[in-house]
């Protein structure tokens, strides 16, 4: 695992991070980036743009469209406040934006429950193995379909 340990933010401490992390990259915290990552934190599995705009739409009483959120959600992972869940489409809010990570994602077939770890040897081997061909990762994506303990 990491080399060392996260605080798992939560409720208006997750908040906080979140805005402290996109500050931190040069992007203002606005009124609809606050409604899309307090729409965005509020889900326990991985949520589409759509999902996300409906819950903004819900809270705000006006249309959002997707469009809009897809572009907020693509600022956020691009300032590790949220990750992408790419064989879903999908995002999570990242409890841990202050530290910067190649996620490993674990979903789960039966119940759609998906759950980040950290595995920083495993990435930096991945990262290896790429740079040895002559390759320059950006980003890996690593994700692992299965099942869950909870599902049978």
């Given at each position: 695992m990491a080399a060392h340990h996260h605080h798992e933010s939560n409720g208006a401490d997750l908040t906080r991070a979140?805005?402290?992390?996109?500050?931190?990259a040069g992007e203002q915290w606005t009124a609809m980036r606050a409604s899309v990552f307090d729409a965005l934190a509020g889900f326990t599995k991985p949520a589409s743009a759509y999902d996300i705009a409906e819950a903004v739409s819900i809270a705000q009483?006006?249309?959002?469209?997707?469009?809009?959120?897809?572009?907020?959600?693509d600022l956020f992972v691009g300032?590790?406040?949220a990750m992408r869940v790419e064989s879903a489409n999908a995002y999570?809010?990242?409890s841990h934006p202050g530290c910067l990570h190649d996620c490993i994602f674990l979903v789960c077939d039966a119940c759609g429950q998906t759950t980040h770890i950290d595995d920083d040897?495993?990435?930096?081997?991945?990262?290896?193995?790429?740079s040895d061909t002559?390759?320059?990762p950006v980003r890996p994506v690593i994700e692992v379909r299965g099942k869950c303990a909870a599902c049978p």
């Open positions: 979140a805005q402290s992390a996109l500050e931190g009483g006006r249309r959002v469209a997707a469009n809009s959120v897809y572009r907020i959600l300032a590790n406040v999570l809010a990242n040897k495993l990435t930096r081997a991945i990262r290896g193995a790429a002559g390759f320059s």
